[in-house]
């Protein structure tokens, strides 16, 4: 802390998650019996150190221009004077009141052709489509695009008033068919490059977006779960990664006799939709085992066939039998050790890639673990989850 306020003049943000640290470290030295109160807060702090740690990196530097004179030639006033900062300030207030925020227009120049789409995801995102739009898309089509940052909830309202966009991006995996019943979308099949395009992605991809015939969306995100693990602990442990079910069953009490967790996700990715979506690992375990969600051609429930309920068993054993938590912030317990190896989505490899510095070589991802069935067959397929793209008819 003292370094940067030199460097700096005096402090500054840059040095608030030091000092925040700093004072709870002091007052666990100065009340130790009060330790295990300040836990959660402890691993808060640790992940605000691990950001930080990232942003002092990164160090960007910024130049507005670059001036070349002669040595005692008389240079530009750098900075204005109070008058002209205030009136500067006065305008980019009021500005505030009539910038659009949520839009992201591309320079329209000379184009004569023109789409509306919108995007159903954060402002970063948004932002760099826009980019890739100006840079590549507008100039090799000559059709420019009006990018618009909108809730989901928008979308079905906007269409039925005749409002709604040209394209959307990000829709949730149970929506598209919605539209597609509704006549409201367009059936990508019928397009002569569509098998081309098609190879872009995995063929499971594709599932959620049939329909009597036709596909209605393309995937632009399929998610699904992998095995993390701290190679470290499980090294000091004398575990290997486990390949079966078996062989996590056999680690699990080595584990708990250490006061160690495995974590099994049972977050619904899709919560924020109106529609239940099923529990991915509950669908991991369904598929590995041959079950399905569907019979008769998708016109009934195999909720009640054997695979089904033996998966569901096979399940909640977990918890009723193990003692493995329902719920926790497996991020933050990865990176403190408390849980050295669980299921999670595969985006957690961005988090702690850039929020877990210190633990960076020291864990690593793998495949689920398989299922064997009588035969001696394995099985370690992952449910997915996929958001998609889609074109309206009007």
């Known amino acids: 802390i003292k370094n940067l306020e030199e460097i700096s003049g005096g402090g500054s943000e840059t040095t608030s998650s030091l000092h925040t640290s700093l004072i709870q470290l002091e007052k666990f030295i100065k009340y130790p019996d009060e330790i295990h109160t300040g836990l959660e807060e402890f691993n808060s702090n640790n992940a605000a150190l691990g950001t930080w740690i990232q942003t002092m990196k990164e160090q960007p530097l910024e130049i507005d221009y670059l001036l070349v004179t002669e040595a005692n030639a008389k240079l530009p006033k750098v900075n204005g004077n109070f008058f002209e900062n205030m009136v500067y300030e006065s305008q980019r207030f009021i500005s505030s009141f009539f910038n659009d925020y949520d839009s992201f227009v591309t320079e329209t120049g000379e184009y004569s052709k023109k789409i509306e789409v919108w995007v159903i995801t954060g402002r970063d995102q948004s932002d760099i489509l826009r980019r890739l739009i100006d840079d590549s898309f507008t100039p090799n089509t000559g059709i420019s695009v009006d990018v618009k940052l909108v809730p989901e909830s928008v979308v079905l309202p906007a269409t039925l008033s005749g409002e709604g966009p040209d394209v959307v991006i990000q829709l949730n995996e149970n ?20 098998s081309e395009v098609m190879t872009r992605f995995d063929e499971s991809a594709l599932v959620p977006f049939e329909y009597s015939g036709g596909v209605y969306a393309l995937p632009d995100e399929q998610i699904h779960q992998m095995l993390f693990y701290r190679e470290d602990i499980l090294d000091e442990l004398g ?49 590995q085992q041959g079950g399905e969600f569907y019979s008769n051609n998708g016109e009934s429930s195999a909720l009640n066939s054997t695979e089904a309920m033996e998966s569901f068993k096979f399940w909640t054993d977990f918890y009723t039998n193990y003692g493995l938590p329902v719920t ?18 595969y985006t957690n490899y961005n988090l702690l890639s850039v929020f877990a510095p210190e633990i960076s070589g020291s864990w690593k991802m793998a495949p689920l673990p398989s299922y064997v069935n009588e035969d001696g067959e394995y099985n370690n397929v992952a449910a997915s989850y996929v958001k998609g793209s889609v074109i309206f008819n009007q």
């Open 239 to 287: 575990l290997e990664v486990p390949e079966t079910w078996d062989d996590l069953f056999k680690m699990l009490p080595i584990l708990n006799q250490n006061h160690l967790d495995f974590f099994m996700d049972t977050t619904v990715i899709n919560s924020a939709s109106s529609q239940a979506v099923p529990n991915t690992t509950y669908a991991t375990l369904l598929f």
């Open 175 to 194: 929506l598209p068919i919605n539209y597609a019943l509704r006549n409201a979308l367009v059936d990508l099949s019928e397009f002569e490059d569509f």
């Open 328 to 345: 926790a912030n497996f991020y933050n317990r990865m990176r403190t050790g408390e849980i050295p190896i669980g299921i999670a989505s």
